[in-house]
């Protein structure tokens, strides 16, 4: 069952996923072939630098790359890059590409990931940041404008929040255009959105809440934009970016015979079926609640990927994944543990009453997550609490939180 030096082994996707998991097939000791097949042309790079420090001007984005020379040397991987993946045979283990060849293994992953998600009225002149071509062109356009220029920010989200901190690094005057009562609240929940509600306006950062964007106007022609409200207003804006969340990857399995629901559904070694697994943020995998989730964080692809070539070349399982993430916004750091629901209750503890706090969500009694804000020594410290059941009585007796403040 484990894989042999004479299997093949299939990697659709290019990106972090992808890339990790041809990394951890070699780590693992596989000795067969390996081929990556991405649609961009570009070697795998990592995507959380291109809304933060690569927008904000502090990075070239060559510190992105991943698959530096010496990675690549030793992941000994067949690149089949800037063609895109359009059929996987399941049976036969063989992905057709766009250009008509097909490629077959004896193993298939699928590491496609998301897309940035488009509202209705989204222009090819609109900017959004997915992708190294997205981050690149964002940037032009920022090297073109003027100190106190307006950028507009559709989505007050992780990424729109981090493109107006760049925005706002650079000098420019962002205007976060968000249509929720507040930023974060579908994500965080009610509470923890009021905690955060201040982030950026103490950043200097303009936040609009409720708002109602119908489209973007570029009738002016030096590249700028009205931004259109419902009610007829408008916004005159140099650049607009839109940032109002992801989908996945997934039409190209459309007639696989994969379960396709909110992207591929995995069972826990992260198969699809016997001899295709998906990782990353194209998995729908199961979560010890009984329900299937698909979480789109930066660990979870990469604990992904070593939890599928774990199986496929020892056949040990891999532990619970805890999925972690963080987001450096408004000149602070969010960290989030766990996997919140926005209705769990939630409590505040190590707060320093200086912007750092730890938030302990709750469901039904039992520690569901952690957000820490500027607090990553208490969050790290606080982990435990996630891997195993823990009432709320139970993490308050043992405050493993009460560190001291880094
Ligand atoms: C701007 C930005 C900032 C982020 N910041 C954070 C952060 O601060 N913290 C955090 O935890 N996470 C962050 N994330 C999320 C994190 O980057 C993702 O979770 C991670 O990239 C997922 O890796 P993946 O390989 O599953 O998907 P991706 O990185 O999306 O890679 C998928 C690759 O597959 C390619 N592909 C798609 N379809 C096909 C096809 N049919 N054939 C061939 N190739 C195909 C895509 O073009 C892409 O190259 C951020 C994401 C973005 C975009």
């Known amino acids: 069952m484990v894989l042999t030096p004479r299997d093949h082994v299939v990697v659709v996707g290019a990106g972090l996923a992808g890339w990790r998991t041809v990394e951890e097939l070699r780590r693992h000791g596989f000795a067969g072939e390996v081929t990556l097949i991405g649609d961009e042309a570009e070697l795998p790079y990592d995507r959380p630098p291109l809304s933060k420090q690569v927008l904000a001007g502090k990075w070239p984005v060559t510190h992105t790359l991943l698959a530096t020379p010496e990675r690549l040397e030793r992941a000994r991987v067949r690149l089949e890059l800037g063609v895109g993946a359009r059929h996987l045979d399941v049976a036969a283990t063989s992905v057709a590409l766009a250009d008509g060849r ?54 007050g989200g992780f990424i729109g929040a981090e493109v107006a901190s760049a925005a706002a690094t650079r000098g420019l ?12 609240w579908r994500v965080l929940g009610a509470t923890v ?29 030096n590249g700028d934009a009205d931004v259109v409200f419902a009610d007829g ?11 109002v969340g992801a989908q996945p990857n997934v039409e190209w399995l459309e007639d696989s015979g994969l379960v396709l629901d909110n992207g591929v559904v995995v069972d826990a070694h992260q198969l699809g079926a016997a001899r295709v697994g998906a990782v990353g943020d194209v998995a729908r995998f199961p979560w010890p609640d009984g329900s299937f989730v698909r979480v789109e964080h930066w660990q979870v692809a990469t604990d992904h ?16 994944l805890i999925p972690y993430f963080w ?7 969010i960290q989030v543990l766990g996997h919140p629901h926005p209705e769990d209750d939630v409590v505040r503890v190590k707060d320093t009453g200086e912007g750092q706090w730890l938030g302990v969500y709750s469901r039904r009694g039992i520690v569901s997550g952690l957000v820490a804000l500027n607090q990553p020594r208490a969050l ?9 059941p823990t009432t709320l009585e139970a993490a308050y007796s ?3 939180w009460s560190g001291p403040t880094p």
Do not use: M
């Open 102 to 155: 097909v490629i077959a293994g004896t193993h298939v992953v699928i590491a496609t990931g998301t897309r940035a998600r488009r509202l209705a009225w989204y222009t090819p002149e609109d900017f959004e940041v997915r992708n190294l071509a997205d981050a690149r062109r964002l940037i032009a356009r920022f090297d073109e404008l003027s100190t106190g220029d307006v950028v507009a920010v559709v989505g």
């Open 173 to 184: 005057r962002p205007v976060v255009l968000e249509a929720g009562e507040r930023p974060l």
């Open 233 to 243: 207003s408008t916004l005159r804006a140099r650049c607009v970016v839109v940032g």
């Open 327 to 333: 987001s450096d916004q408004y000149g602070r750091k």
């Open 380 to 388: 790290t410290l606080s982990r435990s609490l996630l891997e195993e």
């Open 305 to 320: 990927a070593g939890a599928l070539a774990r199986y496929w070349t020892t056949g040990e399982s891999a532990a619970t």
């Open 398 to 400: 043992r405050s493993p």
């Open 193 to 221: 959105s009021a905690w955060l509600q201040d982030l950026a306006p103490d950043f200097g950062v303009e936040l609009r809440t409720r708002q109602d964007v119908v489209g973007t106007d570029y009738r002016y022609d």
